[in-house]
């Protein structure tokens, strides 16, 4: 005989009010942006064979380096779930300044490479997206673009969400405009467009279009970044004066916060010691040509920029014509006969004496 037994309901639901409770949500850390500038990095806690080292001022070993990483990445997730790149250059730089010898980027030979911000920056972020990997509530998201069509303007962004920020990039899309400008004012952008129409390339010498093109910097980033990506032909005729060279690389600038034509000097000469340095050690090796080069360039090794010296160097290697990278000039020709000769576009220019270069690599 199977037996059921009423309960009244008030009773039921004083049970289940005490055996049941919503679950808590796991609090996600939030702190104002600003928090990299007050963030004291845990060296306590980091082995002490670091400590030792910098406290000598030697650079640590690779296990004591990645220990250290991990180690500040927990400190900073306490803080933030998911910290931007912008947020990880921060903390990176913080150290770097705190500790410049120590984590600085070093070839195999020792000859320093840079001052390891990029590198420690790097490293944080891919160890917080590693532990971000299956972490869907602490992705960066921006808000959904409002669907408004403008005339003459770029398609219309889709609702999408994306990420707030990417990789080597510090000022990806403004959130704040530039005083006295708004989101529906298209004067600037039609004022620089009437201005190539009338004046096209030479118009890049104005001081006006200079102002614009750093004013509407916030509308460019907007444009590139709309979902789905424009064509170059659409960016081109909205944004004509960023195709210029002096402007792609104002542009670049404000993007990533690396000057550009500077960096790829000094890398270019930083790589030139390298290859330089590799002919050299095996000498023998070479044909008479590259020996030769090679010999000319440490003569007068004062005088010939590294980078041209290696670039020299891998053309004779590869038994490639000069007159094929190069413009080549007599030493003895005025600055303005070469300014006449050498006119083309982006075109390298440098002088040879014999076969050593003695001026830099010049850009028109």
């Given at each position: 005989?199977?037996?059921?037994?009423?309960?009244?309901?008030?009773t039921?639901?004083?049970?289940?009010?005490?055996?049941?409770?919503l679950?808590?949500?796991?609090?996600?850390?939030?702190?104002?942006?600003?928090?990299?500038?007050?963030?004291?990095?845990?060296w306590?806690?980091?082995?002490?064979?670091?400590?030792?080292?910098?406290?000598?001022?030697?650079?640590?070993?690779?296990?004591?380096?990645?220990?250290?990483?991990?180690?500040?990445?927990?400190?900073?997730?306490?803080?933030?779930?998911?910290?931007?790149?912008?947020?990880?250059?921060?903390?990176?730089?913080?150290?770097?300044?705190?500790?410049?010898?120590?984590?600085?980027?070093?070839?195999?030979?020792?000859?320093?490479?840079?001052?390891?911000?990029?590198?420690?920056?790097?490293?944080?972020?891919?160890?917080?997206?590693?532990?971000?990997?299956?972490?869907?509530?602490?992705?960066?998201?921006?808000?959904?673009?409002?669907?408004?069509?403008?005339?003459n303007?770029?398609?219309?962004?889709?609702?999408?969400?994306?990420?707030?920020?990417?990789?080597?990039?510090?000022?990806?899309?403004?959130s704040?405009?530039?005083?006295?400008?708004?989101?529906n004012?298209?004067?600037?952008?039609?004022?620089?467009?009437?201005?190539?129409?009338?004046?096209?390339?030479?118009?890049?010498?104005?001081?006006?279009?200079?102002?614009?093109?750093?004013?509407?910097y916030?509308?460019?980033?907007?444009?590139?970044?709309?979902?789905?990506?424009?064509?170059?032909?659409?960016?081109?005729?909205?944004?004509?004066?960023?195709?210029i060279?002096?402007?792609?690389?104002?542009?670049?600038?404000?993007?990533?916060?690396?000057?550009?034509?500077?960096?790829?000097?000094?890398?270019?000469?930083g790589?030139?010691?390298?290859?330089?340095?590799?002919?050299?050690?095996?000498?023998?090796r070479?044909?008479?040509?590259?020996?030769?080069?090679?010999?000319d360039?440490?003569?007068?090794?004062?005088?010939?920029?590294?980078?041209?010296?290696?670039i020299?160097?891998?053309?004779?290697f590869?038994?490639?014509?000069?007159?094929?990278?190069?413009l080549?000039?007599?030493?003895?020709?005025?600055?303005?006969?070469?300014?006449?000769?050498?006119?083309?576009?982006?075109?390298?220019?440098?002088?040879?004496?014999?076969?050593?270069?003695?001026?830099?690599?010049?850009?028109?």
């Open positions: 005989m199977i037996t059921l037994t009423l309960t009244p309901v008030s039921l639901e004083a049970s289940s009010s005490t055996q049941f409770t679950p808590h949500h796991h609090s996600t850390p939030v702190q104002h942006s600003t928090w990299p500038s007050t963030f004291q990095v845990p306590d806690k980091t082995r002490p064979s670091l400590r030792t080292c910098l406290e000598l001022r030697k650079r640590p070993e690779e296990t004591d380096r990645r220990h250290m990483v991990r180690v500040t990445v927990d400190a900073m997730r306490e803080i933030c779930l998911n910290p931007t790149l912008s947020q990880c250059a921060d903390v990176a730089l913080s150290i770097i300044e705190q500790y410049p010898d120590c984590f600085e980027d070093r070839t195999d030979e020792g000859d320093r490479m840079g001052s390891g911000h990029f590198t420690l920056c790097s490293q944080f972020k891919t160890r917080i997206d590693n532990l971000n990997r299956n972490n869907t509530l602490a992705r960066l998201r921006k808000p959904k673009r409002p669907a408004v069509a403008v005339e303007s770029l398609p219309v962004p889709s609702r999408k969400c994306a990420k707030t920020d990417c990789y080597g990039c510090i000022n990806w899309q403004p704040e405009l530039p005083e006295g400008e708004t989101r004012s298209l004067s600037e952008k039609e004022e620089l467009k009437s201005t190539f129409t009338r004046e096209g390339q030479n118009g890049a010498d104005k001081a006006r279009v200079n102002e614009l093109m750093m004013i509407t916030e509308a460019q980033r907007r444009d590139i970044n709309t979902s789905p990506a424009p064509s170059i032909d659409q960016l081109k005729t909205v944004w004509p004066f960023l195709f060279k002096r402007f792609l690389i104002q542009h670049f600038n404000t993007l990533t916060g690396i000057e550009l034509e500077s960096r790829l000097r000094e890398s270019i000469s790589k030139g010691r390298r290859v330089l340095h590799f002919f050299k050690s095996q000498l023998m070479w044909r008479k040509e590259v020996r030769t080069l090679l010999a360039t440490e003569r007068v090794s004062e005088d010939v920029d590294p980078g041209l010296a290696a020299l160097v891998m053309m004779a590869f038994k490639e014509k000069e007159d094929s990278l190069f080549l000039a007599d030493v003895t020709t005025t600055q303005a006969d070469s300014e006449t000769q050498l006119s083309l576009p982006s075109t390298p220019r440098i002088i040879l004496m014999g076969k050593i270069p003695i001026l830099d690599l010049h850009y028109h």
